[in-house]
């Protein structure tokens, strides 16, 4: 799954009007959103001036960026004032004191010192790999509990999942984290949502679901080539976790995607997954279904516009998904050579 940042301000605070999801500026009344969390940015930037903390100031003014429209005078200014905050700090800064002196001045334990400073860069480089580091951690739970093979077969699938999020993210020019694995949880990928349009949102989300379905065919030739039951159940078992990650809920997937989608398409969605119940036999569709019915009746903020891309490309997937479990062996299933 991908995590992005909550919208929290759906009416603008000086005319009223309702806000687009993600809107940096008002327009009615042109007013700025967060002009209350830029103000209160500038008040401790400024503080922080005042006291000679200059790398922390510019810090400050810098996270206000995400919160002005890219080409206002605002950003521009906060972009020429941090440079030079940036080169004010570096006239500044005294040179740092060298290892001798550290260990002269500290006796014996003066080279216990050196070593632990320099140490600070090894420990930034491994800190620096929690991707690769919670990955070996999550082939391990999965290694434990289903044995080597599948365990590490299952760790890719999921890998290959939130890579689908990662890629997507990237090649539209956004900030993105490597993915990160919470062993027996799950994993996710870090982003910076604020601005971006509900329809990119819900493609990024469902990219994770469609590269997720090809890691699955990929299995599935495989078995179909070698007659191995470790493929097909890597195949089957990577479609269900994906399709279970559509259920339009909370952080899942398919509850980003859905935030895209107005309520006849909700609707549209509700009755294919029924369709694709009955006609597949498959159970989890009935929940993808369940939280289409909650999208429905429930939830209360719809997009200002519908995204009929949005529906169809989530329809895609489900079917796809749907496919891919209908041929595997397994419980509810069939086999492609049966």
Same mark, same amino acid.
């Given at each position: 799954?991908?995590?992005?940042?909550?919208?929290?301000?759906?009416?603008?605070?000086?005319?009223?009007?309702?806000?687009?999801?993600?809107?940096?500026?008002?327009?009615?009344?042109?007013?700025?959103?967060?002009?209350?969390?830029?103000?209160?940015?500038?008040?401790?930037?400024?503080?922080?001036?005042?006291?000679?903390?200059?790398?922390?100031?510019?810090?400050?003014?810098?996270?206000?960026?995400?919160?002005?429209?890219?080409?206002?005078?605002?950003?521009?200014?906060?972009?020429?004032?941090?440079?030079?905050?940036?080169?004010?700090?570096?006239?500044?800064?005294?040179?740092?004191?060298?290892?001798?002196?550290?260990?002269?001045?500290?006796?014996?334990?003066?080279?216990?010192?050196?070593?632990?400073?320099?140490?600070?860069?090894?420990?930034?480089?491994?800190?620096?790999?929690?991707?690769?580091?919670?990955?070996?951690?999550?082939?391990?739970?999965?290694?434990?509990?289903?044995?080597?093979?599948?365990?590490?077969?299952?760790?890719?699938?999921?890998?290959?999942?939130?890579?689908?999020?990662?890629?997507?993210?990237?090649?539209?020019?956004?900030?993105?984290?490597?993915?990160?694995?919470?062993?027996?949880?799950?994993?996710?990928?870090?982003?910076?949502?604020?601005?971006?349009?509900?329809?990119?949102?819900?493609?990024?989300?469902?990219?994770?679901?469609?590269?997720?379905?090809?890691?699955?065919?990929?299995?599935?030739?495989?078995?179909?080539?070698?007659?191995?039951? *470790?493929? $097909?159940?890597?195949? @089957? =078992?990577?479609? #269900?976790?994906? +399709?279970?990650? %559509? /259920?339009?809920?909370? !952080?899942?997937?398919?509850?980003?995607?859905?935030?895209?989608?107005?309520?006849?398409?909700?609707?549209?969605?509700?009755?294919?997954?029924?369709?694709?119940?009955?006609?597949?036999?498959?159970?989890?569709?009935?929940?993808?279904?369940?939280?289409?019915?909650?999208?429905?009746?429930?939830?209360?903020? *719809?997009? $200002?516009?519908?995204? @009929? =891309?949005?529906? #169809?490309?989530? +329809?895609?997937? %489900? /079917?796809?998904?749907? !496919?891919?479990?209908?041929?595997?062996?397994?419980?509810?299933?069939?086999?492609?050579?049966?």
């Amino acid at each position: 799954m991908s995590t992005i940042t909550p919208e929290l301000i759906r009416s603008c605070k000086r005319c009223s009007r309702e806000l687009a999801a993600g809107a940096l500026v008002c327009d009615q009344c042109q007013a700025l959103v967060h002009s209350e969390r830029l103000d209160q940015l500038a008040t401790e930037a400024k503080q922080l001036e005042a006291a000679g903390n200059l790398r922390q100031a510019r810090e400050h003014w810098l996270m206000g960026l995400p919160l002005l429209p890219p080409n206002s005078r605002q950003a521009d200014w906060i972009q020429q004032h941090a440079r030079s905050l940036e080169a004010a700090a570096n006239q500044l800064q005294p040179p740092p004191p060298s290892d001798n002196q550290w260990a002269k001045k500290l006796g014996p334990v003066g080279p216990i010192a050196v070593l632990l400073a320099k140490s600070k860069v090894l420990l930034t480089a491994i800190f620096k790999l929690k991707f690769l580091l919670s990955f070996v951690a999550f082939i391990g739970i999965y290694w434990a509990r289903f044995g080597m093979t599948f365990g590490i077969g299952f760790a890719a699938l999921i890998l290959i999942h939130e890579m689908g999020h990662f890629i997507d993210i990237k090649r539209r020019g956004l900030p993105a984290e490597m993915p990160v694995f919470l062993p027996g949880l799950g994993a996710y990928v870090r982003w910076q949502a604020l601005g971006v349009p509900l329809e990119t949102r819900a493609a990024i989300s469902l990219a994770g679901p469609l590269a997720g379905f090809f890691a699955s065919l990929a299995c599935a030739v495989l078995w179909s080539q070698t007659g191995n039951p *470790l493929w $097909a159940g890597l195949a @089957r =078992a990577g479609a #269900v976790l994906n +399709l279970l990650n %559509l /259920i339009p809920v909370w !952080v899942l997937d398919g509850g980003q995607a859905a935030l895209a989608l107005s309520k006849t398409e909700r609707i549209v969605l509700l009755t294919a997954c029924l369709a694709l119940w009955l006609v597949l036999g498959e159970n989890m569709f009935f929940l993808v279904a369940l939280g289409f019915g909650y999208q429905v009746f429930f939830a209360g903020h *719809l997009p $200002a516009r519908p995204s @009929r =891309a949005t529906t #169809v490309y989530f +329809l895609a997937v %489900l /079917i796809a998904l749907g !496919v891919m479990i209908r041929m595997m062996p397994g419980q509810g299933g069939q086999g492609l050579g049966n």
